[in-house]
């Protein structure tokens, strides 16, 4: 359990791994809410990212949570505090953004799929909303990782 990956709606994957050291609660959470297929939009306000507010449901705490987080970080935002603006609320960061409130940052996409996570940002943003799924990544992708 080192990540987790997306599935674009033309089979492509874009894989990532998971903040353990730094997000444990969230990453650890996170997992065991796979698999799960959602539509996915591109963000209006907070830049290049595509998100969702209708994941399942995950009761943490903020653990490494900010509004700044880099291209190709993937962000939760946490229950606790209750004021959290971004509560239960997933998006992934594809390029340059700031987020509304403090979010745990929690995953990262694999350096090899950059590009493919930037063209699936971009597709979003010009052509719409995409179902993606979310799912346990293979067994001998984890140990390449």
Not at 15 to 23: E, I, S
Not at 96 to 102: R, S, T
């Amino acid at each position: 359990m080192t990540g987790f990956k997306i599935i674009t709606k033309d089979g492509q994957e874009i894989k990532f791994k998971f903040y353990f050291d730094n997000a444990p609660v969230t990453s650890n959470a996170f997992h065991n809410t796979l698999p799960f297929t959602r539509t996915f939009y591109h963000a209006r306000v907070s830049g290049q990212e595509i998100w969702i507010d209708d994941v399942p449901q995950l009761d943490i705490i903020q653990e490494n949570a900010s509004v700044y987080s880099e291209p190709g970080e993937v962000v939760f935002g946490p229950t606790k505090p209750i004021r959290t603006k971004t509560a239960n609320c997933f998006g992934i960061y594809y390029g340059d953004g700031k987020g509304l409130d403090a979010a745990n940052i929690f995953a990262k996409v694999v350096d090899t799929d950059k590009q493919k996570l930037i063209d699936l940002g971009n597709s979003i943003w010009k052509n719409g909303s995409q179902d993606l799924t979310l799912t346990f990544l293979d067994t001998e992708i984890q140990q390449n990782i």
